[in-house]
T-cell receptor, first 115, second 111 residues
Framework: AQTVTQSQPEMSVQEAETVTLSCTYD???????LFWYKQPPSRQMILVIR??????QNATENRFSVNFQKAAKSFSLKISDSQLGDAAMYFC????????????FGKGTKLTVNP | KAGVTQTPRYLIKTRGQQVTLSCSPI?????VSWYQQTPGQGLQFLFE???????NKGNFPGRFSGRQFSNSRSEMNVSTLELGDSALYLC??????????FGPGTRLTVL
């Protein structure tokens, strides 16, 4: 069974500053994927970044990067140069590679960006 | 490419009724998954379909069912609606072993 834990229900950051959202996970699968999704007030779930567990290099997408610590089962998201449009719920999710597309989500972190 | 579409976007039903929600995946995607999102329980997996076959099912009562058609479009059905079924129902599509892309969701309110 997979579990995903986000220990920060809410975070805030000043515009143009950097913020890090935490996520820990547990899985019995030897190979798996990790994701960060963003859900703004429109409720549309948007992919932010994806990490394959077999890759040691941390994934990066423009202002978004992850710190993937496989041994510690930690997968944090860093948002640099925060913008007002980054305000949203952020969900960490995991998916095994064993024949199912099922995503297991954390409870989410609400990010507020202050002007 | 068009994204995942879900219809209807909003629904209001009364207890005891049944409801059918529809999801059209991204062109070329054969896997469709459904999730229920509520403030209390968060995002919970309902079921997953691939090539018209249910590959995985979450821990929901038998009132929740789904199917997938040959064109990969999927429907989910909830019978004998209860107040607790009020939720945002999200559909996601993917190619196998790839990222899931979500639709805008259907907001179901049960009165």
């Amino acid at each position: 069974a997979q579990t995903v834990t986000q220990s920060q229900p809410e975070m805030s950051v000043q515009e143009a500053e950097t913020v890090t959202l935490s996520c820990t996970y547990d899985t019995s699968e030897s190979d798996y994927y990790l994701f960060w999704y963003k859900q703004p007030p429109s409720r549309q779930m948007i992919l932010v970044i994806r990490q394959e567990a077999y890759k040691q290099q941390n994934a990066t997408e423009n202002r978004f990067s992850v710190n993937f610590q496989k041994a510690a089962k930690s997968f944090s998201l860093k948002i640099s140069d925060s913008q007002l449009g980054d305000a949203a719920m952020y969900f960490c999710a995991s998916k095994g590679q064993g024949g199912s597309e099922k995503l297991v989500f954390g409870k989410g972190t609400k990010l507020t960006v202050n002007p | 490419k068009a994204g995942v579409t879900q219809t209807p976007r909003y629904l209001i039903k009364t207890r005891g009724q049944q409801v059918t929600l529809s999801c059209s995946p991204i062109s070329g995607h054969r896997s469709v998954s459904w999730y229920q999102q509520t403030p209390g329980q968060g995002l919970q997996f309902l079921f997953e379909y691939f090539s018209e076959t249910q590959r995985n099912k979450g821990n929901f009562p038998g009132r929740f069912s789904g199917r997938q058609f040959s064109n990969s479009r999927s429907e989910m059905n909830v019978s004998t609606l209860e107040l607790g079924d009020s939720a945002l129902y999200l559909c996601a599509s993917s190619s196998l072993l790839d990222t899931q892309y979500f639709g805008p969701g259907t907001r179901l309110t049960v009165l």
